[in-house]
């Protein structure tokens, strides 16, 4: 599949959204930062945030939204409950961010950079 095609599993569409919804008020990301995380405009976010939402959503937010609660996933498990929910928002000075905020470069660098933390974060929990 590419970027441009949706998901075709309506389901696995309303956990990812209900699980990025949490993630987002957990972390009380603004509106527009948690539609940027995303790769959604504002608008669809709003409607996103709905539970009742039946809208689609394109393999590239999916695999974005599965990439965020694996780092959350990891954050929590990592860190305690006040660093784990601040986390990318403190600067950082981890050879992935080089003192800026791990929301900045997600947001700027789009999925690579999602993938690349998650696995930081992943190669953090096994100790490596």
Not at 19 to 35: E, G, T
Not at 60 to 88: K, V
Request: overall charge positive.
């Amino acid at each position: 599949m590419t970027s441009g095609q949706f998901s075709q599993n309506p389901r696995a569409t309303e956990v990812a959204l209900k699980a990025y919804r949490n993630i987002a008020d957990n972390w009380a990301l603004p509106a527009r930062q948690a539609a940027a995380l995303a790769d959604m405009s504002p608008g669809k976010w709003r409607g996103a945030r709905r539970p009742n939402y039946r809208g689609r959503i394109n393999v590239d937010q999916m695999l974005r939204l599965s990439a965020l609660i694996g780092i959350y996933r990891s954050l929590e498990l990592y860190f305690n409950t006040p660093i784990a929910r601040s986390w990318i928002l403190l600067p950082n000075q981890g050879p992935l961010f080089l003192g800026a905020k791990p929301l900045d470069v997600m947001i700027a660098d789009g999925l690579p950079a999602l993938l690349t933390t998650r696995q930081y974060l992943d190669n953090c929990l096994d100790g490596q």
